[in-house]
């Protein structure tokens, strides 16, 4: 596939990865209202995902023997170290503070890819950082629930390194010889994820009756199992499967300022189905957060100054190629 068409179809994905992902709000937000604690329906989530994810998980069980480390720290940190770390912030700090600081993975990517990998960054990308971080302030309101607490600073701060390495390990082993199938990647990650979060969430606990009711949609009564259903096969299934598959195309670095478009998606959804309206600041600040992704994804990345990078296809690109309670890579 040519270069252009690669990243036309990488944008494609991410773009339906940042939807899929900012829907998971409206759809948990009822089940929650309804009387599930939060960290039981990121457990029911995440659990749920990975059942679906199982037999993808047994046709590429290979994986455990060759990247057993991918996909240890994949699970750890792109699916549960994300969610948890955002929903320990949620209990200290705002969540519009919390969302903002999470969300402040994109420039935490550019670093990585700058000073860690030391592979180029251009300007264009740093830019489209700081507008669309700029823009989700805007979008959060994060002016209107300022409270400084260190602790919940510092686990938001948490979630966002976990983002990070949501970017940076879908990326990881796209210049090998036989790279590791992202399906496979994706569907361990979510059993150890799964794990993980059991402990945590400890859902033995969890009031299961809720599941067989009905909750509010803006009004009106859906079944608390379709809400479940959207959460787990479009929130996170189709979200994770269709986020590491863009970043393969992308890069880490575009593919993370892309995802910011989550947090403007997830606001835009609750206004239309929850009712919860959207002022001036917070659609002018929608409006900065597209130009900053527009203006990242479209900048061609610079040529190293001595010779391609390892692994590259001589553009700075990687051969072979991405709540209120919005996904956390996510939430997720």
């Known amino acids: 596939m040519h270069a252009s068409q690669r990243r036309s179809a990488g944008l494609g994905l991410a773009l339906v990865s940042t939807f899929a992902f900012g829907g998971s709000g409206v759809a948990a937000k009822p089940l929650i209202e309804a009387g599930l604690d939060p960290l039981h329906v990121v457990w029911l989530r995440v659990t749920g995902a990975a059942l679906v994810m199982l037999p993808v998980a047994w046709r590429h069980r290979a994986l455990l023997r060759r990247k057993p480390g991918l996909l240890a720290g994949f699970g750890l940190l792109a699916v549960a170290g994300v969610q948890a770390f955002y929903f320990a912030s949620l209990s200290r700090i705002p969540v519009g503070v919390a969302l903002l600081i999470e969300y402040l993975a994109p420039a935490l990517v550019l670093g990585w890819v700058r000073f860690v990998q030391r592979r180029p960054v251009t300007r264009a990308a740093a830019l489209g950082v700081v507008l669309a971080v700029g823009g989700l302030a805007c979008v959060v309101q994060v002016w209107s629930g300022l409270s400084f607490d260190l602790l919940g600073l510092l686990l938001a701060l948490a979630a966002a390194c976990c983002q990070v390495g949501y970017f940076v390990l879908s990326d990881q082993g796209t210049d090998e010889a036989e790279p590791a199938d992202p399906l496979g990647v994706i569907a361990y990650g979510l059993l150890i994820g799964a794990l993980v979060l059991t402990v945590i969430a400890r859902p033995w606990g969890m009031d299961a009756s809720v599941l067989a009711g009905r909750a509010d949609l803006g009004g009106s009564s859906v079944p608390a199992w379709l809400l479940l259903g959207w959460?787990?096969?479009?929130?996170?299934?189709?979200?994770?499967?269709?986020?590491?598959?863009?970043?393969?195309?992308?890069?880490?670095?575009?593919?993370?300022?892309?995802?910011?478009?989550?947090?403007?998606?997830?606001?835009?959804?609750?206004?239309?189905?929850?009712?919860?309206?959207?002022?001036?600041?917070?659609?002018?600040?929608?409006?900065?957060?597209?130009?900053?992704?527009?203006?990242?994804?479209?900048?061609?990345?610079?040529?190293?100054?001595?010779?391609?990078?390892?692994?590259?296809?001589?553009?700075?690109?990687?051969?072979?190629?991405?709540?209120?309670?919005?996904?956390?890579?996510?939430?997720?």
């Open 231 to 332: 959460i787990v096969l479009i929130a996170t299934v189709l979200a994770y499967v269709t986020g590491v598959v863009s970043i393969r195309r992308l890069s880490p670095q575009v593919a993370g300022v892309v995802a910011c478009l989550e947090a403007v998606v997830a606001t835009v959804l609750a206004w239309v189905l929850l009712g919860e309206h959207l002022d001036a600041p917070q659609l002018a600040g929608g409006a900065l957060v597209l130009v900053g992704a527009f203006i990242a994804q479209s900048a061609a990345p610079k040529a190293p100054s001595e010779g391609p990078v390892a692994g590259s296809d001589g553009e700075g690109l990687p051969a072979g190629h991405e709540e209120r309670l919005s996904g956390g890579r996510a939430t997720p």
